[in-house]
């Protein structure tokens, strides 16, 4: 009975790329907003460590705008806000504008960091816990082996050879951050998984 309900089940639907499309930029939108409420927060952090005179000096600005800075700008939400719109609100403005990520690069790596985009989601409950946890720690260990083979190679680890170990690299922190998303959504618990296969029975 179970077997023939399953095959009575009618196949999913096709993904709507349009609708999809608009789903992505909306999150999108939804994300950047919420950027900018934090602006003045996260200024103020920086400003408080360095200093607001220091900065004012330093910018060569009145200390009044250095306060103003980092309070709430003056938006259609919030109109009695009497804060001002600060250098990471017109910065974010012009990479939603732009999209460029050199920009963001750049401020990533005068921070000596560098930037990697977290993946979108995908799959769902019917991703498996096991196949996904051996492909990364395969995929760690074909990193490892590469950078072992090009020292044994000729004893260093060239440019090229080490531009590849940071694809490398970079691709496979974006499945780690994949794998901890997962977990966090709940796309590899038990209970999902069961949710499913009654709902592909109804």
Same mark, same amino acid.
């Given at each position: 009975?179970?077997?023939?309900?399953?095959? +009575?089940?009618?196949?999913?639907? +096709?993904?709507?790329?349009?609708?999809?499309?608009?789903? *992505? !930029?909306?999150?999108?939108?939804?994300?950047?907003?919420?950027?900018?409420?934090?602006?003045?927060?996260?200024?103020?952090?920086?400003?408080?460590?360095?200093?607001?005179?220091?900065?004012?000096?330093?910018?060569?600005?009145?200390?009044?705008?250095?306060?103003?800075?980092? !309070?709430?700008?003056?938006?259609?939400?919030?109109?009695?806000?009497?804060?001002?719109?600060?250098?990471?609100? +017109?910065? *974010?403005?012009?990479?939603?504008?732009?999209?460029?990520?050199?920009?963001?690069?750049?401020?990533?790596?005068?921070?000596?960091?560098?930037? #990697?985009?977290?993946?979108?989601?995908?799959?769902?409950?019917?991703?498996?816990?096991?196949?996904? #946890?051996? %492909?990364?720690?395969?995929?760690?260990?074909?990193?490892?082996?590469?950078?072992?083979?090009?020292? #044994?190679?000729?004893? #260093?680890?060239?440019?090229?050879?080490?531009?590849?170990?940071? &694809? &490398?690299?970079?691709?496979?922190?974006?499945?780690?951050?994949?794998?901890?998303? %997962?977990?966090?959504?709940?796309?590899?618990?038990?209970?999902? +998984?069961?949710?499913?296969?009654?709902?592909?029975?109804?």
């Amino acid at each position: 009975m179970r077997k023939a309900a399953r095959e +009575k089940t009618p196949p999913p639907a +096709k993904a709507d790329p349009i609708k999809e499309l608009e789903q *992505l !930029q909306a999150a999108n939108q939804a994300d950047m907003s919420r950027a900018f409420s934090e602006t003045h927060r996260v200024l103020k952090q920086a400003v408080d460590r360095a200093g607001p005179k220091r900065v004012a000096r330093a910018l060569d600005i009145s200390l009044s705008l250095v306060y103003k800075w980092t !309070q709430p700008a003056r938006t259609k939400e919030n109109p009695a806000a009497s804060g001002a719109r600060n250098p990471l609100d +017109k910065l *974010l403005a012009i990479f939603e504008l732009s999209q460029d990520l050199e920009l963001i690069h750049f401020i990533c790596q005068t921070a000596r960091g560098y930037y #990697t985009p977290n993946p979108v989601p995908q799959g769902g409950s019917r991703v498996n816990f096991v196949s996904e #946890t051996v %492909s990364a720690l395969n995929d760690f260990a074909d990193l490892l082996q590469f950078a072992e083979k090009s020292l #044994t190679n000729d004893g #260093t680890i060239d440019d090229l050879e080490a531009q590849r170990l940071r &694809q &490398q690299w970079n691709r496979l922190k974006g499945r780690l951050e994949h794998f901890v998303t %997962s977990c966090e959504e709940g796309h590899y618990n038990s209970k999902a +998984k069961e949710d499913e296969d009654d709902a592909e029975e109804e």
